[in-house]
């Protein structure tokens, strides 16, 4: 007789028989309707072959090998009860031929979710004598994973979370296959990618608004011409696509690409060069929302295992870096793929089936702390992860919602679109988006710019955003911090304004529009970020970006002269403030000449309280008064 799941032979040096159950003893009409059910099932046609096993069952009670098959065939659709209950039948009526098939009734009760239960199964499967090689090593494989499920349960005690992944509906789904979910920053837009041949595979769009999600079609633009790409991303603000590809002209086997929105659709793509990709397979790309890093997976030697995550920064003349791998840390001696970068800029989510876990690929976040230093990998723990391959993951800008592919009972057909809620430890930091246009201060023309970024607690750069053509800009920003924001642009005065968005509602835009005022005599600039201490003249670390800002003006326009001005409120005697306001001038000329600017091309002076901006019998006006300034006075 045939035999399908996990048959004595695939596990065992020799037979073993049992004393009770006699599979020569079966009915011949059941037996004939078994091997034709077991013609299917090595087909993979389970759902067709369900109705033939269980009429063998009804013909003949007794027939094991019929329940076997019918609880295997269960637990390949992922009917993980059904097939439990249907093991454990065979376990009641005869628990010596039942013991080999310990090891899938083990799968499915972790399928379940029954961990502890899963491992005393294999346990007793790794006690049988004579177990082949093979099977030696699909137990010791399920151990790890029971062991590490019952380990993660113990670290990470039970919440009211509920996971609980709702198909996105006939609107994105069909009976193809869609994965490589992507959402724009204001969650919008889906953008992800749909099997629609056998080799072909097409990207959709669907506009995401109060009542859900509106019919999905292919993306505007000739972009969908080509049949062989794949993984999609859409930039956070919705400008660029970056996906892979095979177009016959590449550097080797899947490149990535890019591909801009116009007003008459996505744009012809085009390769992101040898920088990026090599010979080898590249996919899964992933844009940071600075669009100043591109995460991706490659499987080019060098690495961990076997693809890798890799990542690129872009330079400010628009070239890409050569990509670097992000090291074992992170990479596994499996494959690592499908990385996701959040809004945030600091939380990677990505799959490994390398990395301790439940089974398959896994899904992980990794953070990265204020420095820029990753940390380790952290698995999101069951039931997000389970025994099977999860899928791609895509989390919105809030946090609070993750978009992931998966063939769950409900799909239309293959992998279906879910969203689901994000358990609170596993969610990625909370942002707030800043967006505005750089002008020209003087005519009010847009100004394309480099805007950056940085966290005033710690002084580190965070972005460095370049805007688009009409000077647009759109940054999401982690909560709970204040920033000053510099921008850069040759032939105007840099411009840097402090902002207290600490206090800032999560979630909500903070609209700023900035003015570039052009390189001209007696242009000025006052400085928003070197706030001295009271009666003193040593510069604040946290001015030291302007400064920086100010000698990079200088040396770009070599025969620019400037005077720095000091000046105080009116609290104290006049003679005091005009020292004082003269050795505050006076502490950033010498930083300018320590950081190679003539001295001859610099002046200061302190006008104490004598030129007051603002009223000074209020606090807030006495601290608009206590300031430093420069004055362009030669050209």
Known sequence: MKALFFCIGLFFSGMLFSQGYDPGK???????????????????????????????????????????????????????????????????????????????????????????????????????????????????????CYEFAIAYAKTHPATDYAFSPVNLGDSVNSAKSEYYPSVTVTDNQLVFTRKTGAAREDFFESDINKKGFGASHPINGTINIEPLKGAI??????????????????????????????????????????????????????????????????????GSGGRDLYVSYRKPNGQWSEAVN?????????????????????????????????????????????????????NLGYPINTIENEGSLAVSADGLTAYYASDRSDSRGGL?????????????????????????????????????????????????????????????????????????????LFYSEHYALSRQEPDSTYKKDIYLQPVALNASFIFSNIRFASNSYELPSEGLVELEKLVQVLKENPTLKVEISGHTDNIGKEDDNLL??????????????????????????????????????????RAQNRRTAFTVTGM
């Open 233 to 302: 991303t859409v930039s956070q603000d919705g400008e660029w696509l970056l996906f892979a590809g095979y177009f016959g002209t590449g550097f080797g086997n899947y490149d990535l690409y890019i591909s801009y929105y116009t007003p008459e659709g996505w744009s012809e793509p085009q390769n992101l060069g040898p920088s990026i990709n090599t010979e080898f397979w590249e996919s899964s790309p992933s844009l940071s929302p600075d669009k100043r890093a591109l995460y991706f997976s490659s499987n080019r030697p060098g």
């Open 580 to 621: 004082l306001s003269t050795n505050r001038a006076k502490s950033i000329v010498d930083y300018l000449v320590a950081h190679q600017i003539a001295a001859a091309r610099l002046t200061y002076k302190g006008y104490g309280a004598s030129k007051p901006i603002a009223d000074n019998t209020t606090e807030g006006g």
């Open 26 to 144: 079966v009915k011949p009409k059941a037996s004939a309707l078994y091997e034709k059910a077991l013609d299917l099932l090595q087909a993979g046609a389970f759902t067709e072959a369900i109705p033939l096993l269980t009429d063998c069952i009804r013909i003949d009670s007794t027939f094991l090998d019929a329940y076997l098959s019918l609880a295997g065939a269960c637990g390949e659709l992922k009917k993980y009860q059904q097939s439990v209950t249907l093991y454990e039948k065979v376990r009641a009526r005869d628990n010596e031929y039942f013991k080999v098939y310990n090891l899938p009734y083990s799968i499915n009760l972790a399928g379940l979710g029954r961990f502890e239960e899963a491992l005393n199964a294999v346990s007793i499967f790794e006690a049988i004598p004579n177990i082949s090689e093979r099977g030696v090593k699909s137990a010791a494989y399920r151990r790890r």
């Open 416 to 492: 279906d679109l879910y969203k689901f809620s994000l358990r609170p430890d596993i969610r990625p930091y909370r942002t707030l988006y800043v967006k505005g246009k750089v002008i020209d201060s003087k005519t009010g023309k847009p100004l394309p710019s480099n805007v950056e970024l940085t966290d005033n607690s710690s002084s580190n750069a965070l972005m460095n955003v370049q805007t688009d053509e009409l000077g647009e800009y759109f940054i999401t920003l982690p909560t709970g911090r204040d920033y000053t924001f510099t921008v850069n642009r040759k032939g105007y």
């Open 326 to 378: 992000m090291g074992p840390d992170i990479n596994s001696a499996g494959d690592d793929f499908a990385p996701f970068i959040h809004a945030d800029n600091q939380t990677l989510y990505y799959h490994s089936d390398g990395l301790p876990g439940y089974g398959g690929s896994d899904l992980f976040l990794v953070r990265k702390d204020l420095s820029g230093k990753w940390g380790k990998p952290e």
